[in-house]
Nanobody, 120 residues
């Protein structure tokens, strides 16, 4: 079955960096957009970054732009989120997402999430 497995979360001080990984398996993702979302305690899940598996320019939320970089390695079936200049407000569970944008059915998959905690 399709599986998205996040890793790389942890505890860092403000101003530090982390690199999250999303290992994707179970199908071909050539028609999918791969993305990162986050959910802080007591808040709604929000978009952070995304990129098409087939290539192209990445997309970023305003809160992520300039600090976060999404990338991928198609051969490894892995999507990354490099997070720099981390702030306490970045503290959240970060989820990997895959959404089909061409063809049918319109599948969507989520990972279990990885915790990122930024201390002041």
């Amino acid at each position: 079955q399709v599986q998205l497995v996040e890793s790389g979360g942890g505890l860092v001080q403000a101003g530090g960096s982390l690199r999250l990984s999303c290992a994707a398996s179970g199908r071909t993702f050539s028609t999918y957009v791969m993305g990162w979302f986050r959910q802080a305690p007591g808040k709604e899940r929000e978009f952070a970054a995304a990129i098409r598996w087939s290539g192209g320019s990445p997309y970023y939320a305003d809160s992520a732009k300039g600090r976060f970089t999404i990338s991928k390695d198609n051969a490894e079936n892995t999507v990354y989120l490099q997070m720099n200049s981390l702030k306490p407000e970045d503290t959240a569970v970060y989820f990997c997402n895959a959404r089909r944008i061409r063809g049918l059915p319109k599948n969507e998959y989520w990972g279990q999430g990885t915790q990122v905690t930024v201390s002041s």
